[in-house]
């Protein structure tokens, strides 16, 4: 595919590279099973129903309802989902909890 660079993926064996989440998917590498996410915190999912989720995936339930109140999550969560299936979703920051100093994203001190 050749889709404009939006994500950079580390791999294991230490090197970083750009690449498109629609090249992660195709390739079945959106397992992020036991990953920290920071689904909620980079983003919500609103519902037609106004209910509202950390992200398109809807991972950890159900946060409110946009009618009768929320709060934003200010800490990131561990993926239980078997895949990641959506671009916007894939896009999160996301690492294993051993490699989360990697990560630009919270490490702000």
């Known amino acids: 595919m050749n889709n404009f ?3 950079i993926v580390h791999r294991k064996d230490g090197t970083s590279e750009e690449d498109n989440v629609n090249n992660v998917m195709a390739r ?7 990953w920290e996410c920071w689904a909620g915190v980079q983003n919500i999912t ?3 129903t ?6 398109i995936c809807k991972v950890g339930g ?3 309802n946009i009618y009768d109140g929320f709060e934003m999550p200010k800490e990131t969560i561990i993926c239980n ?25 919270g490490n702000e001190k």
């Open 62 to 64: 159900k946060l409110g």
């Open 5 to 7: 660079k939006n994500i």
């Open 50 to 55: 106004g209910d509202v989720y950390r992200a």
């Open 81 to 105: 989902k078997p895949r990641c299936i959506c671009a916007a979703d894939v896009q999160l920051s996301k690492a294993l909890p051993d490699h989360v100093h990697r990560l630009r994203i």
């Open 46 to 48: 609103i519902s037609n």
């Open 28 to 34: 079945d590498e959106n397992d992020f099973r036991g």
